[in-house]
């Protein structure tokens, strides 16, 4: 009942910056928290940043102060601006939305790769 879809992720140079972005559709009724997953080879799938309904975010230790992650409640997308990344971001990052159809659910996109060269 309902799909995400994440775009913006790539290769780029230490130092430089992306943005990602999650679009959700389909039958939905209501989202309370749209957030960022990655997960680097050999590791557990770990949370980056979050975005409540009401606007409160929530960052890993990691990224704060580098990752921003805001959403467009209209548009049912949610979006991390990345800013100096490093090696050790790169990971597959996967959107994640719990919303509600019929009832609250949790959803994942595909994933998007992310790759930072030094």
């Known amino acids: 009942q309902v799909q995400l879809v994440e775009s913006g992720g790539g290769l780029v140079q230490a130092g430089g910056s992306l943005r990602l972005s999650c679009a959700a559709s389909?039958?939905?009724?209501?989202?309370?928290?749209m957030g960022w997953y990655r997960q680097a080879p050999g590791k557990q799938r770990e949370l980056v940043a979050a975005v409540t309904s009401g606007g409160s975010t929530n960052y890993a230790d990691s990224v704060k102060g580098r990752f921003t992650v805001s959403r467009d409640n209209a548009k049912n997308t949610v979006y991390l601006q990345m800013v100096s990344l490093k090696p050790e971001d790169t990971a597959v990052y996967y959107c994640n939305a719990n919303a509600r159809a019929t009832y609250y659910f949790d959803y994942w996109g595909q994933g998007t790769q992310v790759t930072v060269s030094s």
């Open positions: 389909g039958s939905i009724f209501a989202i309370s928290t």
